[in-house]
């Protein structure tokens, strides 16, 4: 069984997010493998270990510094890594992030002569947040997508996933191959031993550009791009709260408050 995990590079949350000049986030500056895809590795991981015949393979899209999400996840035990790098792929949109990875599959399966069974991410990326890649990725692929996880068993050529609501719980079967998306709610992300951490030095990355994985650039960067940041701006500084003296006309207060702020 093969299973590809997407792991994508973002700025550390904890630091100063900056920009280039042509309004793209600079993935130049400190980053780290986005948290909650730390969760579809894990499971990646928990499933190879259940089934036992089974290989997890991260796959990246992004700059030279991209490749340090894959080695995070051959820390944590994923067998190889897959790394799309190329020049024309800056300012890629959602959509054209999507081609990317579906065009990175099928090359890989076509090198490797073996289908991927199971694609695992995340919720959603820490730094975008749209939650939309499972589903383009499975849309382009022709495969059928589970999204939102709580919890993933696989059976054979079976994937049944329960995806858990506020006052209730969904339970979906889809057919391998497949595309599944997990929350944070999961499982528990390890943190690579030292063991792990010197193992993933010697485990395989493979490098793909678009002439590898046979994607035209015109459907790519800023020229392919179907969405695009016009401006930029900071957050305007937070400002001191107004205090209202509740003497009796506290909820009058209030309300005039609210109106003059048209609120109301």
């Known amino acids: 069984m093969r299973i590809v995990t997407f792991v994508k590079y973002v700025p550390d949350a904890a630091g100063d997010r900056t920009f280039n000049d042509d309004n793209t986030v600079d993935r130049e500056s400190d980053g780290i493998l986005s948290e909650l895809d730390e969760y579809a590795v894990e499971e990646a991981l928990k499933i190879k ?12 899209v992004g700059p030279e510094d991209a490749e340090d999400a894959v080695r995070k996840a051959l820390q944590m035990g994923a067998d190889a890594g897959v790394h799309v790098d190329d020049e024309d792929i800056e300012g890629t949109c959602a959509v ?20 991927v069974d199971l694609i695992l991410t995340g919720l959603s ?24 996880a709580s919890e993933v068993t696989v059976e054979g050529s079976t994937v049944r996933i329960r995806r858990d609501g506020d006052t209730s719980s969904q339970f979906i079967e889809v057919s391998l191959p497949a595309v599944v998306s997990v929350t944070d709610q999961i499982n528990e992300p390890r943190y690579p031993s030292f063991k792990g951490i010197m193992a993933a030095k010697k485990k395989p990355i493979d490098y793909y550009d678009l002439e590898d994985i046979e994607l035209d650039e015109a459907e790519v960067g800023f020229d392919g791009a179907t969405t695009q940041v016009v401006n930029i701006a900071e957050r305007p500084p937070r400002t001191a709260g107004e205090i209202v003296t509740d003497e009796g ?14 609120l109301v």
């Open 96 to 115: 054209g992030t999507a081609k990317v990875l579906a065009a990175a599959i099928k090359a890989y399966e076509e090198e490797e002569e073996e289908q």
């Open 249 to 262: 006309e506290g909820g009058n207060q209030l309300v005039e408050w609210l109106a003059s702020k048209k």
């Open 49 to 60: 270990e259940a089934v036992g015949d089974a290989e997890v393979i991260a796959l990246t």
């Open 125 to 148: 990326s820490t730094d975008g947040g749209m939650s939309v890649m499972p589903t383009m990725v499975a849309e382009l692929l022709g495969r059928p997508a589970a999204t939102q």
